[in-house]
Structures are given as C-alpha cells and as structure tokens.
Nanobody, 117 residues
Framework: VQLQASGGGLVQPGGSLELSCVAS????????MRWFRQAPGKQREMVAS???????YYADSAKGRFTISRDNAKNTVYLQMNSLKPEDTARYYCNADPRPYDGTDYWGQGTQVTVSS
C-alpha cells in the first residue's frame, strides 16, 4: 500500500489549504488514518486522526482550525486547514493502519506547507 499526499503549498497567515492523501495498492483496507507534521529541528507530531467510523481526534494546536475527514470508498483522508499560522509551517505526512491491524502502519512521503507573508 502506498500513500500519496498532496495539496501543500505557500499560503499567507490566515489563509487555508486542504491536504489530501490517497492510498493505493492491491486490496487496500484501512483502519485509522492520521496526519502528522514535522517542522525543521522539531519532532514529528500528530495533528489529527480519524477512525474508519469517522470519529476524529485533534491535537490542541489544531482544534477549531483544522478538520480531518475521510472517504472510505476512495481510501482518501483530507485535512482542511483554516486560519493558518506561521507555526503551522511543516512537512505534513499521512499515516494509516491496515485492516485488520497487524502492528504495522503505512506512511506517505509528505507534502510541504509553508505559512508566510
């Protein structure tokens, strides 16, 4: 299974971006899907996660500004980011657990988000 993230770019503070991540491969079946981010010199952190049943969890930094969603039929997870701040600048990675869960997970290659005026 491969995860392909897209939608990153340069945006001004206060702007919005929507990231997408599509899983492809034979017999794709996924449980939880997540977005992580990693800024230069910082540890990777989870931004948001969503279960197959669409229950969502957000890091405090994302609450009220970001919305995670998924389309199970398309094996795709989205991250709508509003009111972006310079501190949101990072490389954003999608992550997913296989179904049934076997202790492994999948990672995408990431997409760069830069918030700057």
């Amino acid at each position: 299974v491969q995860l392909q993230a897209s939608g990153g770019g340069l945006v001004q503070p206060g702007g919005s971006l929507e990231l997408s991540c599509v899983a492809s491969g034979s017999s794709v079946a996924l449980n939880a899907m997540r977005w992580f981010r990693q800024a230069p010199g910082k540890q990777r952190e989870m931004v948001a996660s969503i279960t197959r049943g669409h229950s969502a969890y957000y890091a405090d930094s994302a609450k009220g500004r970001f919305t995670i969603s998924r389309d199970n039929a398309k094996n795709t997870v989205y991250l709508q980011m509003n009111s972006l701040k310079p501190e949101d600048t990072a490389r954003y990675y999608c992550n997913a657990d296989p179904r049934p869960y076997d202790g492994t997970d999948y990672w995408g290659q990431g997409t760069q988000v830069t918030v700057s005026s």
